[in-house]
């Protein structure tokens, strides 16, 4: 068999960003990314508030969310100032954390109508804070990308997403244990295979299964090697094209057929409206399969109609297999209280298992932190229609709106276990990252708290 190093791939994504624009497995060894290289670093800057503990500053947070959902803004208020001279984006885990949620905290009274918002602790001056106290331990100056406006665009947001699946095993674990399922639910018969995937990003998680494709292929004489077709949803078709172009530069390497479709989903237009056999140019001698990674919380709404709109009509197109990825929290409660709590622990666990992976003068755990703190200001800071991340639980929502939906849970093989455990020993050896089954699912979590559910459905 030959051999794949996704940091190739990886690598040419990343200048292309820069510059612009039994024979079923995977192996583990095609994701291999370098992510403990740090000589590019800013020099460490150490903790500056070293006054409370972490346990204090956790009740604290709870304490300042608690007077908040009783309006006691003028508490709230005082405290946040208290909890802003406690954090800091450069110090440990905890601080880290707490310097986010106090930003979200903030947001949350400044766009509170209820509220002066000229007695209440301003956002900017948390971020000068934080600047201030940096630049006194060090001559490295708070990065540019926590100084300035927060930018949400799809580039950024594309950006943010390719770091976090470098540093950490979350989404490569959601890649190659939906990969497994893919191969494994449409054998070498097949001649025609036809890919829907929601929000592609990057593209990433394709080349390792085009390998396993061909390699497999080279072990089964009888069959050739299928052809390939990826349909791919996004928000920005510049984006989209340069995905689908390095994609197939990649296969044209392995002497793969392939077919790339951009498909820019608008944000006027309802994801269901999309998926149809016509709009998609299915056809009848393909092999479907459907993968939503880290998509289907942005289809929950305060009403679950459109959700189950969007799963029952991928169940009509009959896919071989439908691979789904999520979160795993309860982000979506509609009691502020229960869902900062919710947050402040599964953010909490998310730091502490960067912190354990990465040094702290990493800069990408600089970037992917702030951008899990954008998260962490939706989650706490807004509120209605306009509150995009809405996590839900794999037991309590997603395995039953999906078998109300009509699908079928299957179970995910022994080998894709070992693979997900491979993985982590490999690559992520701290003894932080557990894996558990569930209901034939997977789950990869930090310390006895699941993060991430990946599960296969027909």
Request: glycine content about 4%; charged content about 20%.
């Amino acid at each position: 068999m030959g051999s794949f190093n996704s940091s190739h791939i990886q690598q040419e994504e990343k200048e292309d960003h820069q510059n612009h624009p039994n024979n079923n497995n995977i192996s583990d060894l095609q994701l291999y990314h370098h992510h403990h290289d740090v000589s590019d670093q800013p020099p460490l800057i150490m903790s500056t508030s070293p006054n409370i503990s972490p346990t204090h500053l956790r009740h604290l947070l709870i304490t300042c969310a608690e007077l908040i959902s009783h309006l006691d803004f003028p508490s709230a208020n005082r405290l946040i100032s208290l909890l802003s001279s406690n954090s800091s984006p450069f110090g440990d885990s905890t601080e880290r954390l707490t310097h986010y949620f106090v930003k979200a905290l903030s947001f949350r009274l400044n766009t509170n109508p209820n509220y002066s918002h000229t007695t209440i602790c301003p956002m900017t001056a948390l971020t000068t804070a934080a600047s201030a106290s940096a630049s006194s331990s060090s001559n490295y100056l708070f990065p540019p990308m926590l100084l300035e406006e927060e930018d949400d665009n799809e580039e950024t947001l594309h950006s943010c997403y390719l770091t976090l699946n470098q540093i950490t095993p979350f989404i490569r674990f959601s890649h190659l244990t939906a990969n497994q399922a893919i191969l494994e639910s449409i054998d070498s018969s097949h001649l025609s295979i036809h890919i829907l995937d929601f929000d592609i990003m990057h593209g990433v998680q394709w080349p390792p299964l085009m390998q396993a494709l061909v390699e497999r292929s080279y072990n089964s004489p009888l069959h050739p090697p299928p052809t390939l077709r990826i349909t791919a949803t996004g928000r920005d078709l510049t984006l989209l094209l340069r995905t689908g172009e390095r994609l197939l530069r990649f296969a044209q390497s392995l002497g793969l057929a392939f077919q790339f479709h951009p498909l820019v989903l608008n944000n006027a237009a309802r994801p269901s409206d999309l998926i149809s056999p016509s709009t998609l140019g299915l056809h009848q001698n393909e092999a479907l399969a459907v993968n939503c990674v880290l998509y289907l919380h942005t289809l929950v709404t305060d009403d679950s109609r459109d959700l189950l709109l969007f799963l029952q009509k991928i169940k009509s197109l009959n896919p071989k297999v439908f691979t789904v990825a999520n979160k795993e929290a309860n982000h979506n409660n509609p009691l502020f209280f229960n869902r900062f709590v919710e947050a402040l622990d599964h953010y909490g666990a998310v730091f502490e298992s960067l912190e354990a992976t990465l040094p702290p003068n990493s800069r990408e755990r600089l970037a992917v932190e702030e951008w899990l703190g954008r998260e962490v200001k939706d989650v706490v800071g807004v509120e209605g229609e306009k509150r995009k991340q809405r996590h839900e639980r794999y037991e309590t929502f997603w395995e039953v709106v999906l078998r109300r939906a009509g699908f079928e849970n299957v179970a995910l093989s022994p080998f894709a276990l070992s693979q997900a455990k491979l993985l982590l020993r490999l690559h992520y050896p701290s003894e932080g990252y557990q894996l558990r089954i569930l209901n034939d699912s997977f789950f990869l979590g930090w310390q006895n708290r699941p993060l991430f559910s990946v599960s296969s459905w027909h």
